[in-house]
């Protein structure tokens, strides 16, 4: 009998020398221990695809066909472009300028804008120190001057060596974009006199 | 006769008894400890065609996680970044990296990079990143401390009982949905603190995560 138990005790010790702990690292993929259905013909987002040519499930849009509801005729709300092809001064009226579309513009700036621009549009974002020299800062009187249109269209279709952001952010979240960088822009040319009295004292001001 | 079984062959019944309960034992616990996702899952890392970094570009960097997986509070599927997302940076940062020869080429080919996949359920359950993100629930509850991972890991199970444990007590993990991708946030009051708050969420946005099979199964 006492044989039998050592033989068990090497087992377990072989055991658990081969499969090891919980929480291991390991490169190959997860054993599936009942797989009947786990793997279904079906596809899945961003999968892979023995069907197609190139191999995706993702199928591009066909050349020029337009999902519903998608068609996007305001052109000054879609592209940010006034009837004879300006651009577009003042945010859209579709777009209602208020806190909230404020409070949306400052989080999705300091997602999608902030690693780059900086969080106060001055261009000192984190990825300068690793070489991105060329962004500039919004405070430039040349950035200043430029319509809402214009801006909203750099972050639709990027400018120069800035690429695209339209895959990040919906039209409405563009324009709150916008709207925030234009908040930035005033807050660092503002003076003493805009700060409103009920204010002052919170930052030692008389 | 008496040589054939000796007087201990008297005792064997009990032995082989005794020893069968101490096999029976062994396997069940070496099945509760081997035979669930908590083994076959967590540990997973694969090696991916680029060396990605998530401690570098969203510990270090601070880069949001929605920078690049943008679609993981519009969508039920959290997308894996495009190349261009990458090029943003990588145009001008280390634009010459043979590390990045792959992200470049997808570039300008668009054929995607082929990044392995980490975390897949089985297909009959459904799973939807958007709820939970706008409830509150943290990518860390699910993925683990991505932001100081080198290479992903699969640090949680998600296993049914996994999923189910959140699911009867929501108010253990929600938290303020501005929060969602701020790994290392705690609540500063402690446990206790969190589940008063997550109480208060769970009345005020009427939280039912669903605990029937039908849920989940659809």
Not at chain 1, 37 to 48: C, H, L, N, S, T
Request: proline share 7%.
């Amino acid at each position: 009998m006492r044989y039998v138990y050592l033989t068990t005790f090497f087992v377990v010790v072989l055991t658990v020398g081969v499969l090891g702990f919980r929480g291991c690292t390991a490169t190959k993929p997860p054993l599936e221990v009942f797989p009947d259905m786990d793997r279904q013909g079906k596809y899945r987002p961003q999968a892979e695809s023995a069907f197609f040519a190139d191999g995706r499930t993702d199928r591009p849009l066909p050349m020029g066909v337009v999902a519903r509801g998608d068609l996007r005729a305001d052109v000054a709300l879609y592209q940010g472009k006034g009837p004879a092809g300006e651009w577009v001064r003042g945010i859209p009226a579709a777009i209602t300028v208020d806190a909230r579309l404020l409070q949306r513009g400052k989080e999705r700036y300091t997602i999608y804008c902030a690693p780059c621009h900086g969080a106060l549009g001055d261009g000192n974002g984190i990825t300068k120190s690793y070489g991105m020299g060329a962004t500039p800062s919004y405070h430039d009187d040349r950035i200043r001057i430029q319509a809402e249109g214009e801006l909203f269209n750099t972050i639709t279709n990027g400018k120069a060596t800035m690429l695209p952001y339209a895959d990040k952010l919906e039209p409405s979240d563009r324009w709150a974009v916008v709207a925030y960088v234009r908040a930035l822009q005033r807050a660092r040319a503002g003076t003493v006199a805009d700060v409103p009295a009920s204010h002052k004292a919170e930052l030692g001001i008389k | 006769m008496s040589k054939l079984f000796p007087k201990s062959a008297n005792r064997l019944p009990l032995q082989i008894i005794v020893y069968l309960f101490v096999l029976g034992g062994i396997v069940t616990a070496a099945t509760t400890y081997y035979a669930t996702p908590k083994y076959t899952r967590v540990g997973y890392a694969p090696v991916q065609p680029v060396p990605f970094s998530h401690t570098l570009h969203a510990g270090n960097l601070g880069l949001d996680c929605r920078y690049c997986h943008s679609n993981v509070e519009k969508s039920g599927h959290s997308n894996i970044p495009t190349a261009q997302t990458c090029m943003n940076c990588h145009s001008a940062i280390k634009a010459n990296s043979p590390l990045l020869e792959p992200v470049r080429l997808s570039y300008e080919s668009g054929n995607p990079v082929p990044w392995v996949n980490v975390h897949v359920l089985p297909n009959y359950a459904y799973f939807n990143h958007s709820v939970h993100i706008a409830r509150g629930v943290s990518c860390v509850e699910c993925h683990g401390r991505i932001d100081q991972m080198d290479v992903v890991r699969h640090a949680k199970p998600l296993s049914m009982g996994f999923c189910l444990d959140c699911h009867r007590e929501p108010e253990k993990f929600i938290r303020s949905p501005e929060l969602v991708t701020k790994l290392d946030w705690q609540h500063p009051e402690g446990v206790k603190g969190q589940i008063e708050q997550g109480k208060k969420f769970v009345h005020d946005w009427n939280v039912k995560p669903p605990q029937s099979c039908s849920g989940c199964h659809r």
